[in-house]
């Protein structure tokens, strides 16, 4: 969906490194999520957010930090990158008035290798 | 959050009607069912969502029966396009987030 970004696309990084994915959304969301995808399976939840103020752990956040910087900006850090956090990665956007707030509208997608 | 289970893979051929389904055996009261598209290297894309009996769109429609542990969707005609990764989803409206399982691998051949 064009009205959720993520940068960069793609990065390169090397083990220990510190990495921040950014995702933002022009859809005046108060919900936003980000998830992880390894190949072949489907997304596992990191985080998510329901507002400003409002930040929640999902399945698999060990690793991971965020920060809702505005409604509009969601970011994701890796503080020291480890070869299994490669994966691709996903911001998603929702309306809680919409659907009952299920209907996520995901980002491109950044595509990490930790080297 | 309810666990969901569906098949791995199907197979089907173009102009054909395909069903997949899914079963969610923990389903409660306050979760709808969710299925999404995705195609590789895209984020998933939302297709249609019910809580009970029968809903249909544009592009789709789900079955759920009145014990709604599982769940059909079914798409008609498909074409080569509608190869793709389709994810049955259990959303809890309460907790405002799903589980996505590993999802059924559709393969439209000629």
């Known amino acids: 969906d064009a009205d959720v970004t993520q940068t960069p696309r793609n990065r390169i990084t090397k083990t220990g490194k510190r990495i921040m994915l950014e995702c933002s959304q022009t859809?005046?969301?108060?919900?936003m999520y980000w998830y992880r995808q390894d190949p072949g399976l489907g997304l596992q939840l990191i985080y998510y957010s329901f507002d400003v103020k409002d930040i929640n752990k999902g399945e698999i956040s060990d690793g991971y930090s965020v920060s809702r910087q505005a409604q509009a900006k969601f970011s994701l850090s890796l503080e020291s990158a480890i070869p299994n956090q490669t994966a691709l990665y996903f911001c998603?956007?929702?309306?809680?008035?919409?659907?009952?707030?299920?209907?996520?509208?995901f980002g491109p997608g950044t595509r990490l290798t930790v080297l | 959050l309810a666990k969901t289970t569906q098949p791995i893979s199907m197979d089907s051929y173009e102009g054909q009607e395909v069903n997949i389904t899914c079963s969610h055996n923990?389903?409660?009261?306050?979760?709808?069912i969710t299925w999404y598209q995705q195609f590789p290297s895209q984020g998933p894309r939302f297709i249609i969502q019910?809580?009970?009996t029968k809903v249909t769109n544009e592009v789709a429609s789900l079955f759920i029966p009145a014990d709604r542990k599982s769940s059909t969707l079914s798409l008609p005609r498909v074409s080569l396009s509608d190869t793709a990764v389709y994810y049955c989803l259990v959303f809890n409206t309460n907790a405002g987030k799903s589980t996505f399982g590993d999802g059924t691998t559709l393969t439209v051949k000629p």
């Open positions: 859809k005046g969301h108060d919900r």
């Open positions: 019910g809580y009970k």
């Open positions: 923990n389903i409660a009261t306050n979760d709808y």
């Open positions: 998603a956007t929702s309306d809680p008035k919409d659907r009952a707030g299920n209907e996520q509208f």
